[in-house]
């Protein structure tokens, strides 16, 4: 079993959709987690970070849920410019310095 | 703000060679992180440096080795290049708690 695994997708939706991507961890000590994205060819960027609480920015929210070793991204009212690949990273452990594992990655092509 | 610095951006090895990776960061980030990403596939972690002086493998660190110089710098070295090592190769750092910033990446092909 994979540390962190993602739906690949791809995931087609039309402009102004609601869309969910979920992410699984194995590893129930992580501390730290991330929602990055990246562009065709490019490196990944940090998109948000992940909170017990939940957290919110903009269009995009982010959840986690320990009990069941997942978190989430919902993006509302999606854009043409969301077209990109979604990627969520897990500190894997109790140390807020070691190793950053990704999940592969979910498409999502937003269409007009 | 330069942030993390990849060089070189491109190269072309023969199979067999031997070439560095290198990596700065000028955030003052602990930090510092190798990983491979293939086409179609996430980002596989192959080395990190959580501070300055130490080393872990990473999911697929065979083949390489890598060596964190001082805070700013952590190379990557390949001794004899395969053609299974055609991938592009991301650098990150980061500070405690906090998301990885990235290097634009190096492509690489092993012919």
């Known amino acids: 079993r994979k540390e962190v695994e993602q739906d690949p997708g791809p995931f087609n939706v039309p402009e102004g959709a609601t869309v969910a991507f979920n992410c699984t961890y194995s590893?129930?000590?992580?501390?730290?987690f991330f929602w990055y994205r990246q562009d065709c060819r490019k490196e990944p960027k940090l998109l948000m970070s992940?909170?017990?609480s939940g957290n919110e920015d903009g269009r995009f929210t982010a959840q986690l849920n320990r009990a069941s070793q997942y978190i989430s991204l919902l993006i509302r009212d999606s854009k043409l410019s969301d077209s990109a690949t979604y990627l969520c990273?897990?500190?894997?452990?109790?140390?807020?310095?070691?190793?950053?594992?990704f999940g592969q990655g979910t498409t999502l092509q937003v269409k007009p | 703000n330069a942030g993390v610095t990849q060089t070189p951006k491109f190269q072309v090895l023969k199979t067999g060679q031997s070439m560095t990776l290198q990596c700065a960061q000028d955030?003052?980030?602990?930090?510092m992180y190798w990983y491979r990403q293939d086409p179609g596939m996430g980002l596989r972690l192959i080395y990190y440096?959580?501070?300055?002086?130490?080393?872990d493998k990473g999911e697929v660190p065979n083949g390489y080795n890598v060596s964190r110089l001082n805070k700013r710098e952590f190379s990557l070295r390949l001794e004899s290049a395969a053609p299974s090592q055609t991938s592009v190769y991301f650098c990150?750092?980061?500070?405690?708690?906090?998301?990885?910033?990235f290097g634009q990446g190096t492509r690489l092909t092993v012919v």
């Open positions: 990150a750092s980061r500070t405690q708690g906090s998301g990885a910033f």
């Open positions: 590893n129930s000590a992580s501390q730290s």
């Open positions: 955030m003052n980030h602990n930090s």
């Open positions: 440096s959580a501070s300055e002086g130490t080393t």
């Open positions: 990273v897990v500190n894997m452990g109790s140390s807020n310095t070691g190793k950053l594992i």
């Open positions: 992940v909170y017990s």
